[in-house]
């Protein structure tokens, strides 16, 4: 049986939409639990400026990034197909992406792995103030 490929999740001002304006700050969510990848694009697209787009593992990674590369990535250490720290590299060894800063949101953080990379990193459960804040911290340099 074929698995049916999950589309992009865009949120935009607490709204799931098609179109966003092309002047705002993306965030990319790379999470592949459907209840909590939602909450989080539903506090981040609440509490912030920042548009959200939800994917569910790294499928779709280099198509978003070539049509809309997003200012910061929020990355999940398990998912299907290729881990957190796989997708960071992918898309930092592209040297217009090297840039793009990343958050690590998991149960299972590779804290070596994360150090190495400075990225820093959320133990799941988080509270949304605590990812908050995480954003806010890795944006502002970048505003």
């Known amino acids: 049986m074929e698995k049916k490929q999950r589309q992009p999740m865009m949120a935009h001002a607490g709204h799931h ?3 966003a304006d092309s002047h705002q700050k993306t965030i990319l969510l790379i ?10 694009t ?3 697209a609440d509490r912030t400026p920042y ?3 939800h994917l569910y593992d790294g499928s779709q990674v280099i198509q978003i990034m070539k049509e809309k590369k997003p200012h910061l990535l929020v990355l999940d250490y398990d998912l299907p197909g290729m881990n957190g720290i796989e997708i960071y590299d992918m898309i930092h060894n592209t040297h ?9 949101v998991s149960a299972n953080l590779p ?3 994360i150090r190495k990379r ?3 990193g959320l133990s799941k459960p988080c509270s949304s103030q605590e990812l908050l804040s995480a954003i806010e911290q890795v944006m502002l340099p970048h505003s």
């Open 51 to 53: 548009q959200v787009i």
């Open 17 to 19: 939409c098609l179109h």
């Open 111 to 113: 804290e070596q792995e």
């Open 31 to 40: 999470e592949d639990q459907v209840l909590f990848g939602k909450l989080l």
């Open 96 to 104: 217009e992406w090297a840039d793009i800063p990343a958050i690590m």
């Open 118 to 120: 400075n990225i820093p």
């Open 42 to 44: 539903r506090i981040i």
